[in-house]
């Protein structure tokens, strides 16, 4: 199994097609080109062992003619499991014929479902379920509440700060060296806020880098940070009820690695996921349709990788 990005992924892909479609799906938000994917050599999810106790505990000074510890680690089978997303790009013959003059309508049609797949990925990113076809989302995958962080033991909240941020980057123990934030849009604005408090003007920026999936070459673009860690926005982070209060919304933060974190997984090695089937003519509709499918999911190797501060009052 590889490691890589879907915008690594759809630059192998020979489909000019594929490729301006992943370019779309990416955009909402930028997080899937960030986010790094595990390839499935086969199957419709990816399995592997996680640790429930830690290694440390395994082991143990050893005196002399001591007796070593013989306990073994104890772990458990997880299985994550690939989503299933799609939808049909019609055009009406008429159209096609009158108006790509202008721009081809079924090109047109096609970029606005990749970009329609984008936004459902992310919202799926937050709360998909794990029954197929929805993959697994953060709120499913934090492991317990020993991984959250409640902002304030009322029932009022807490707006956020920078020592409710970095009590939440202290939950994540796991390996890595690519973090990431999440948080929804009132949220940046608040940490915007704290970041004009401190001289008045502006607020850090870090550059995240990816592969054009069109052309190769690497680009990037400039986001909020905190901590040198990149902060992706996603709007579907609602207010919800959590520990019995209401109305209230969660920032997340958590470690991206496809041994140690949280990663992406795509069915095979140089695929992005993405399927373009051509349906043909409805003639009872005069009209054309091509089929766009995503396969794609998150998966969390580690419980220690990925937390969320709760009770965030905006």
């Not at 929804?184 to 870090?206: C, E, H, Q, W």
Request: glycine share 10%; net charge negative; with cysteine.
């Amino acid at each position: 199994m590889a490691s890589l990005t879907i915008t690594e992924s759809a630059k192998y892909s020979q489909d000019v097609l594929v490729q301006g479609v992943v370019a779309e799906f990416i955009t909402p938000d930028f997080f899937a080109a960030y986010l790094p994917f595990k390839a499935l050599n086969g199957g419709k999810a990816l399995l592997f062992n996680r640790e429930l106790t830690d290694p440390k505990t395994t082991v143990g000074a050893l005196d002399v003619a001591g007796t070593p510890v013989a306990s073994q680690a104890t772990v458990t089978l997880i299985s994550h499991i690939l989503g299933r997303l799609g939808g049909d790009a019609v055009v009406d013959n008429f159209e096609s014929v009158t108006l790509s003059d202008i721009n081809d309508q079924m090109a047109e049609a096609v970029r606005k479902k990749a970009v329609g797949l984008g936004r459902l990925f992310n919202q799926y990113v937050i709360g998909g379920t794990g029954t197929f076809p929805q993959f697994y989302g953060i709120n499913n995958l934090v492991a317990s509440a020993s991984m959250w962080k409640d902002a304030s033991a009322t029932t009022a909240g807490a707006a956020l700060s920078f020592d409710l941020l970095d009590e939440l980057m202290d939950l994540v123990t796991s390996d890595g060296n690519q973090f990431f934030f999440m948080m929804d849009k009132t949220n940046i604005r608040k940490l915007k806020s704290l970041y004009r408090a401190l001289d008045g003007v502006s607020f850090p920026m870090v550059e995240i880098g990816y592969a054009d999936p069109i052309t190769g070459d690497m680009t990037g673009r400039k986001i909020l940070e905190y901590s040198g860690v990149p902060i992706f926005r996603n709007d579907n982070i609602a207010a919800e009820s959590m520990n019995g209060k209401t109305g209230k919304y969660r920032v997340t933060f958590g470690v991206l690695d496809t041994q140690s974190g949280l990663c992406g997984i795509c069915p095979s090695d140089n695929d992005p996921g993405v399927r373009i089937r051509p349906i043909g003519q409805k003639d009872a509709l005069a009209e054309e349709a091509v089929r766009l499918e995503v396969y794609i999911g998150l998966a969390l190797r580690s419980s220690k990788a990925l937390a969320q501060l709760v009770n965030v009052k905006n």
